[in-house]
Nanobody, 114 residues
Framework: QVQLVESGGGLVQAGGSLRLSCVASGSTFNIRTIGWARQAPGKQRELVAGILSGHTTNYADSVKGRFTISRDNAKNTLYLQMNSLKPEDTAVYYC????????WGQGTQVTVSS
């Protein structure tokens, strides 16, 4: 079992920045991939960024060059640095981790005002 707890969401003006954090606990040694997804009202959940086994990172085209995913293994913490935020980035952001199944956090709201 893996537990994920996100924090760092909030209200920010367009062009601003936020950093999300996700603390993982439980069987973290079994985590193979870890990342962030988001879900805007009325839309499907979409993957935003991920760290694959081997430390390869990938990003959705919509956030490339603006978001950076990173992890601190000593703290069992995953981060998402979000810069140059746009109103269309408004969503609930979820941390996810894959072992033999996919785990999700409870989400943190990010609202970007124009």
């Amino acid at each position: 079992q893996v537990q994920l707890v996100e924090s760092g969401g909030g209200l920010v003006q367009a062009g601003g920045s936020l950093r999300l954090s996700c603390v993982a606990s439980g069987s973290t040694f079994n985590i193979r991939t870890i990342g962030w997804a988001r879900q805007a009202p009325g839309k499907q959940r979409e993957l935003v960024a991920g760290i694959l086994s081997g430390h390869t990172t990938n990003y959705a085209d919509s956030v490339k060059g603006r978001f950076t995913i990173s992890r601190d293994n000593a703290k069992n913490t995953l981060y998402l640095q979000m810069n140059s935020l746009k109103p269309e980035d408004t969503a609930v952001y979820y941390c996810n981790a894959f072992t033999d199944r996919l785990y999700w956090g409870q989400g943190t709201q990010v609202t970007v005002s124009s």
